[in-house]
C-alpha cells in the first residue's frame, strides 16, 4: 500500500524562497524533494541535520575558545594596533 501524501503550507520570505530555489534547482531539486529531504534527515537524525547555537551557546564557545590567552596581544589604540599590523614582525 503506497503512503498518502499530505501538503504542506508554511509562510516565507520571498527573497529566502527565491535564493533557495535557486540552489535546489543547481542541485536537480524540486523545493518539495529538498523539503521531504530536509525531513527525512530530521527524522534520521532526530532532530536538525545542522549545528545551531543559541546566543549563550555562541558566547560560551567564544569564552572556550578564547581561555588560554597567553599568547594574544593588546592595544590601547587603533594605532598601535595597525603599527602592529603592518610591522615586519
Not at 535546489?24 to 534527515?41: C, D
Amino acid at each position: 500500500m503506497k503512503a498518502k501524501k499530505v501538503r504542506i503550507s508554511v509562510r516565507i520570505d520571498p527573497e529566502t524562497k527565491k535564493g533557495a530555489e535557486r540552489v535546489f534547482k543547481k542541485l536537480g531539486l524540486s523545493t518539495s524533494q529538498a523539503i521531504t529531504l530536509f525531513y527525512q534527515q530530521v527524522v534520521t537524525q532526530h532532530g536538525l541535520p545542522f549545528l545551531t547555537l543559541t546566543p549563550d551557546d555562541f558566547i560560551t564557545e567564544i569564552r572556550e575558545d578564547g581561555e588560554d590567552q597567553s599568547d594574544m596581544k593588546t592595544f590601547d589604540t587603533i594605532e598601535e594596533l595597525l603599527e602592529d599590523l603592518n610591522s615586519d614582525d
